[in-house]
Structures are given as structure tokens and as C-alpha cells.
T-cell receptor
Framework: NAGVTQTPKFRILKIGQSMTLQCTQDMNHNYMYWYRQDPGMGLKLIYYSVGAGITDKGEVPNGYNVSRSTTEDFPLRLELAAPSQTSVYFC??????????FGQGTRLTVV | AQTVTQSQPEMSVQEAETVTLSCTYDTSENNYYLFWYKQPPSRQMILVIR??????QNATENRFSVNFQKAAKSFSLKISDSQLGDTAMYFCAFMKLNTGNQFYFGTGTSLTVIP
């Protein structure tokens, strides 16, 4: 019963560094999402995917990139980390009209 | 983008009492889904309840029920017999049915259950 797995759980980056947040799901869901959560702001959609090979921008895509080479994996790439990207990141997946299942989140701090 | 508004940043309720959390949304869509998620201090997002817009009957899940008013674009969550474990952040979410089935979230209501 792994569900949606995100790694790492915590990370500190220096300004200008790059990193990849990993996300994998074992439920064969076609839809996958990346959100960021900032205090008082709720969750904002960064990128989403409707299936392998298909991705699209959400509400706040600037500074991020994604890929979806398989149904299971949906990594999020930060190329040049900035303090504004300090946030908690959530990966989620869903199947058709079901609810979204979330990973446990990654707390990222950019200093 | 769709807009989801939760106008109560913080609420509190006595244990065993009933509390209602408010949510309104703005959309021109006729068919969509609405959700309430709970986020305890562990940070895990947990589904509380789900409502299909085409169903007039309000969804219920044990102590949790919703009041869905489609014309008013309102979707409130009622928690009955509040328990200490209900202390959490609660998010209202709207899912638009299209090629991406994106979820749009409100800013959340922090609920504290007082012993």
C-alpha cells in the first residue's frame, strides 16, 4: 500500500543550485500533479500530467520543469533555486474523477 | 482558473460540539466535483468527503456532512460530535472536468478542537 511516494522529505538548497523532487505512484493513475503549499495560500498547481509523455503548466509553473516518461513517475525539476521557491511541495495522483491521493510532501528551503 | 474561497482562516469548537466550515467557489462549469481535505500536523493530505455536482443529495461520511448549494456555489462542511483528532487544517477543493482534471484549492481553515 505505498500509494504516492515523494523523496526527499526535507531539503536545504543554496541559491542557484538545482535539484529534482521525485514522485512515484503504484496505483496506475493516469493523472499526476505537483502542488506547492505556502502559508495562508493553500495549494497552487505547478504542473500536471494526463498520462505518460503528456504534461502541461498549472497556475505557477515558472522556475520548474517536469517530465512523465512512465505512468508511475513524475519528477519535478528546479533548475536555479531561488528563495521564492521555499515551500512545501506535494505530488498527487488521481484516476478519472476520483479524489487526488497525495504524497507526504517535501519541505524545501532555499538559502 | 477557478476560484475557491474559504473565508474563515481559523475556527475553534468544543469537543463533542458541531462546527461548520464555509467554502464558496466560482465557476462557469456545470459538471464538476468538490472535495474537503484534512491536513493534520503530520502534513499528510487526507480526503474527508467528496461531492459530485450533478447529485442533489448532500454527501455524508460518518460525522462529516456537506451542505451543497449549487446555485449559490456554496459547499460547507459540518463536523458533528467534534473530536480532538479533528484538529487540523481543512481545505476545500474544486475539480474541473477537462483534459487535466485539475484540482483548485482554497486557502484553508485551521480548526482547533478544545477539550
Amino acid at each position: 500500500n505505498a500509494g504516492v511516494t515523494q523523496t526527499p522529505k526535507f531539503r536545504i538548497l543554496k541559491i542557484g543550485q538545482s535539484m529534482t523532487l521525485q514522485c512515484t505512484q503504484d496505483m496506475n493513475h493516469n493523472y499526476m500533479y505537483w502542488y506547492r503549499q505556502d502559508p495562508g495560500m493553500g495549494l497552487k498547481l505547478i504542473y500536471y500530467s494526463v498520462g505518460a509523455g503528456i504534461t502541461d503548466k498549472g497556475e505557477v509553473p515558472n522556475g520548474y520543469n517536469v517530465s512523465r516518461s512512465t505512468t508511475e513517475d513524475f519528477p519535478l525539476r528546479l533548475e536555479l533555486a531561488a528563495p521564492s521557491q521555499t515551500s512545501v511541495y506535494f505530488c498527487a495522483s488521481s484516476y478519472s474523477t476520483t479524489e487526488a491521493f497525495f504524497g507526504q510532501g517535501t519541505r524545501l528551503t532555499v538559502v | 482558473a477557478q476560484t475557491v474561497t474559504q473565508s474563515q482562516p481559523e475556527m475553534s469548537v468544543q469537543e463533542a460540539e458541531t462546527v461548520t466550515l464555509s467554502c464558496t467557489y466560482d465557476t462557469s462549469e456545470n459538471n464538476y466535483y468538490l472535495f474537503w481535505y484534512k491536513q493534520p500536523p503530520s502534513r499528510q493530505m487526507i480526503l474527508v468527503i467528496r461531492q459530485e455536482a450533478y447529485k442533489q443529495q448532500n454527501a455524508t461520511e460518518n460525522r462529516f456532512s456537506v451542505n451543497f448549494q449549487k446555485a449559490a456555489k456554496s459547499f460547507s462542511l459540518k463536523i458533528s460530535d467534534s473530536q480532538l483528532g479533528d484538529t487540523a487544517m481543512y481545505f476545500c477543493a474544486f475539480m474541473k472536468l477537462n483534459t487535466g482534471n485539475q484540482f483548485y484549492f482554497g486557502t484553508g481553515t485551521s480548526l482547533t478542537v478544545i477539550p
